[in-house]
């Protein structure tokens, strides 16, 4: 949550990781039993007081994406680490979609095409978060 208030000013800012989803996105998988759609509802609603947007835009981008994880979990963690990133980028791609509907049916006007580059970003990342996060999983416990 830090990393994503972390002011940065200038053209930085457009290429700003999603920390938020990819955490979320991880914990669905690790722990689907404790991290779910309420958690993902949850931690939208303070990302957007946190970041000054329409409250529940993020929640609602957030607890669909906690679905998806879930949903798909067992698909998705079969495949080698590759291959789940690929995924992963598809379910990042729908975030951004519920947000870009949220801020077009609000009467915003519509973000540059570098609004589309935190999920190319967040598809790099998430080899790496993984490998990063994975001894935390496994302290965790049983799934």
Not at 21 to 37: E, H
Request: proline fraction near 10%.
């Amino acid at each position: 949550m830090y990393l994503t208030i972390l002011p940065i000013p200038g053209w930085p800012f457009d290429y700003q990781p999603p920390w938020v989803v990819l955490a979320l996105l991880f914990w669905c998988f690790a722990a689907p039993s404790r991290v779910g759609v309420l958690v993902g509802f949850c931690v939208g609603l303070m990302v957007d007081v946190l970041t000054g947007a329409l409250l529940g835009q993020h929640a609602l981008s957030l607890s669909v994406t906690a679905y998806l994880a879930i949903m798909l979990r067992a698909r998705i963690r079969i495949f080698p680490l590759w291959q789940q990133t690929f995924f992963v980028w598809l379910i990042l791609l729908v975030e951004r979609l519920l947000t870009l509907w949220a801020i077009g049916a609000t009467g915003q006007p519509m973000p540059p095409l570098t609004y589309w580059t935190p999920s190319l970003i967040g598809l790099f990342l998430w080899p790496f978060m993984s490998l990063l996060l994975t001894p935390m999983e496994r302290r965790v416990g049983p799934r």
